[in-house]
Every structure is written in C-alpha cells, then in structure tokens.
C-alpha cells in the first residue's frame, strides 16, 4: 500500500547545506499535502515543513524558516527538503509523510525508515 522511500541525508558540517529526497507510492500524490518531519535522539517526532497539493502554499516551523525549502515534482511523485545553513539542532532522522490528524502526525498511518541527517561543529 503506502510506500514512502527516503533519501539523501548523511553528514554535514555547521553552516554546509543537504538536499532530502522522498519518492511516494500506493496513493494519489498529487492530492494530498506532503510533509517533513524529523525526530531527534530522546525527542518526539516534530513537523518540519509542509507543501500543499499544488505547492502554492508552504510552510515551516520557525526554526528552519529562511533555511529550508520544501518543493515537490507531482509528476514524479517526489518531494524534497533543500537545508540550507545547517545546525548541530537540525540533527535527526527525517521522514516525509502525508500529515493528518493521527496521534503521530499522518494521515495513513505508515512510516518510511527516515534518513539520517547528522550535523557536526
């Protein structure tokens, strides 16, 4: 059913930049608002960044606000997080997901393996 395949994270340097990737499957992409979400050691899981359907909208957490972008590509069902500026706080596991109203945050209720994303002083 819902497949969602992270990509993209490894490790950088304070102020250096990464590109995630997230390729969708068993739903219809282009309908729904896509989100990314991370969760750091001892930490609940936090949404990052959302984008709407048509990616007219999006919007951040205030953390990351001015150094992540979120954009999609509905023709090929991928979404992707563009970090800029990156910071020893940014460090986490980083899923994408379709977000809801379940008590974690999506709307399906299944998670992809995440991608880690370790940033280092």
């Known amino acids: 059913q819902v497949r969602l395949v992270e990509s993209g994270g490894g490790l950088a340097q304070v102020g250096g930049s990464l590109r995630l990737s997230c390729v969708a499957s068993?739903?219809?992409?282009?309908?729904?608002?896509m989100s990314w979400f991370r969760q750091a050691p001892g930490k609940e899981r936090e949404k990052v960044a959302t984008?709407?359907?048509?990616?007219?909208?999006?919007h951040y957490r205030d953390s990351v606000q001015g150094r992540f972008t979120i954009s999609r590509d509905n023709t090929k069902n991928l979404v992707y997080l563009q970090m800029n500026d990156l910071k020893v706080e940014d460090t986490a596991v980083y899923y994408c997901?379709?977000?809801?109203?379940?008590?974690?945050?999506?709307?399906?209720?299944?998670w992809g393996q995440g991608t880690q994303v370790s940033v280092s002083s």
């Open positions: 997901n379709v977000p809801g109203q379940r008590p974690d945050g999506s709307h399906f209720g299944s």
């Open positions: 984008i709407s359907s048509t990616a007219d909208k999006t």
């Open positions: 068993g739903f219809t992409f282009s309908n729904y608002h």
